[in-house]
């Protein structure tokens, strides 16, 4: 059977970092208080020059780089993202030229948080459906865009980036041991939307808006929702939280990450932490913590990774994937 194989991984970050401290002089809040209920240490804020399109360039760059590869290479590009440079065209199709790509295709695809779980899992289906045999996954964004740096609850958590994998089809025998996307599993509630989202948009108010948030409702749905999906991904392939080398779950709150770990029966060493460097990234934050992994020389040829991410909308997921 067809797999869709991680061939090569990047990621970017802008060049500013802001420590909790910064906050102090913004909002009642301090470096104590954020990193015992987040974890979060510091995170990266794009400057005026950097954009959701050009950290996605630039990890989509080091993909490539990375799988030995060029823009000619790939068939389509999907980028997940809440924050794209303009309503319209996707800002998918800025990478494409950015990347001097005159074929294929591009699109965006939009699921918050979630939103590179959801694109690794539809790149899995167009490579197997045979209407792709590369394809670029980004996810990227610049919530420091949206946030309301008066609103102490929200503005500390966020941060900017992008990471990015090329997914290229491979022959498999149809086994755990093949190399690959090995299963996954998609949710949402759209009953739950008012909990995390923005208020505005092109079709109600005519703005951009602000991110809002209800923190401890979001909290309390996190652990449970992550649970489901990552049992049902389990289900699918037949295996235990024992078999898994490494947990990559979206990086938003170490609390969160460490609930869900334990619930899970996932040994702390098998799981991958970069909320306390980067922050809430959205989109961006599950390939950053995966490209972190690589690079520190944990995740492997041959290991067996989980990925998971919730989101505004609700919306959840995960993904299996032998490296």
Request: net charge negative; glycine share 10%.
């Amino acid at each position: 059977m067809i797999r869709s194989v991680v061939r090569g991984i990047g990621s970017a970050l802008p060049r500013r970092i802001m420590k909790n401290a910064e906050f102090e002089t913004l909002v009642d809040t301090s470096d104590e208080w954020i990193v015992q209920r987040t974890g979060i240490r510091q995170r990266h804020v794009a400057s005026e020059d950097e954009t959701t399109a050009s950290l996605g360039e630039a990890a989509a760059r080091r993909a490539l780089e990375s799988a030995g590869l060029t823009p000619d290479d790939v068939d389509l590009i999907i980028l997940a993202t809440a924050t794209p440079n303009n309503t319209f065209p996707a800002t998918a199709v800025e990478i494409q030229e950015r990347l001097g790509m005159r074929h294929g295709y591009a699109f965006d695809m939009q699921a918050v948080c979630s939103g590179f779980v959801y694109a690794m899992t539809t790149a899995d289906l167009y490579i197997r459906g045979g209407q792709a045999k590369r394809i670029l996954v980004i996810g990227a964004e610049t919530f420091s865009r949206i946030l309301d740096w008066n609103d102490r609850t929200t503005c500390v958590l966020f941060g900017d980036g992008a990471g990015a994998v090329v997914l290229e089809a491979a022959e498999g025998e149809g086994t755990l041991d093949d190399r690959g996307i090995l299963a996954s599993s998609l949710r949402s509630d759209g009953t739950q939307r008012d909990k995390l989202y923005v208020d505005g948009g092109p079709s109600t108010t005519g703005t951009v808006g602000h991110l809002r948030m209800q923190g401890r409702e979001v909290f309390k749905h996190a652990v449970g929702m992550i649970t489901d999906v990552i049992e049902d991904v389990f289900s699918k392939a037949g295996i235990t939280a024992d078999d898994i080398d490494w947990f990559v779950p979206h990086q938003a709150n170490k609390r969160i990450i460490d609930a869900s770990a334990k619930k899970l029966g996932i040994a702390d060493e098998k799981v991958i932490i970069t909320v306390d460097l980067h922050g809430n990234t959205s989109a961006a934050s599950v390939p950053l913590a995966l490209s972190a992994g690589v690079e520190r020389g944990q995740i492997k040829k041959g290991d067996l990774v989980l990925l998971e991410a919730m989101g505004g909308g609700f919306t959840w997921g995960a993904v299996l994937v032998r490296w």
